[in-house]
Structures are given as C-alpha cells and as structure tokens.
Nanobody
Framework: VQLQASGGGLVQPGGSLRLSCKTSGSIFSVNGMGWYRQAPGKQRESVAV???????NYADSVKGRFTISGDSAKNTVYLQMNSLKPEDTAVYYC????????????????WGQGTQVTVSS
C-alpha cells in the first residue's frame, strides 16, 4: 500500500485546511486509515482514525475541530481541520493499517510522506 499525502500549508489561527491521503489501492483493502502528527521535539501522536466500517476516533485535542472522512471512489481519506490553533503546527502523516490474519492478527502499518501544517499569524 502506497500513500500520497497532500494539502498542508501555512494558515492563520482560526483558519482551515484539508489534508488528503490517496492510496494506491482500495481503501477497503486495509482495516483502517488515519492521520498522525509530530511537532518538533515531540513524539508522533495519533490525530484521527477511520476504520473500514466507518467508525472514527479522534484525539481529545482535536475533537469538534477536525473531521476524518473517506471517499472509496477516489481511494482517498481526508482530514478537514477547522479552528486551527498554533499548537496544531506539526508534520502530518497519513497512515493505513491492516491486521495480518496469517500472522496472528499482527498489525502492519503503512506511512505516507509527511505534509507540513503551520498555524501562525
């Protein structure tokens, strides 16, 4: 699975951005997809996840501001980010994962290249 992320940029506090992550195959070929972010000097953290069945999960810090969604026809997952704050500044990474049944449901992760999001006035 190859992932191509796009949509980062510079935005003022309170603004919006939409990140896109296109997969090389069907988004139904994986068990879920999500977005992680890593700010300078900090560990990578999960921001939002969407399971193949449509269930979503968000980090507390972004609930009510970010929305993850998928378009199966375009094999693309989106992260709509509203009311952005300076603390949202980070490199955002697209992730896809599947559980490998032949290996005891070991989780296999795939990563896209990062896209920089900078929230600053």
């Amino acid at each position: 699975v190859q992932l191509q992320a796009s949509g980062g940029g510079l935005v003022q506090p309170g603004g919006s951005l939409r990140l896109s992550c296109k997969t090389s195959g069907s988004i139904f070929s994986v068990n879920g997809m999500g977005w992680y972010r890593q700010a300078p000097g900090k560990q990578r953290e999960s921001v939002a996840v969407i399971a193949s069945g449509g269930t979503t999960n968000y980090a507390d810090s972004v609930k009510g501001r970010f929305t993850i969604s998928g378009d199966s026809a375009k094999n693309t997952v989106y992260l709509q980010m509203n009311s952005l704050k300076p603390e949202d500044t980070a490199v955002y990474y697209c992730n896809a994962f599947r559980y490998v049944a032949s290996e005891g449901l070991r989780r296999q992760d795939y990563w896209g290249q990062g896209t920089q999001v900078t929230v600053s006035s």
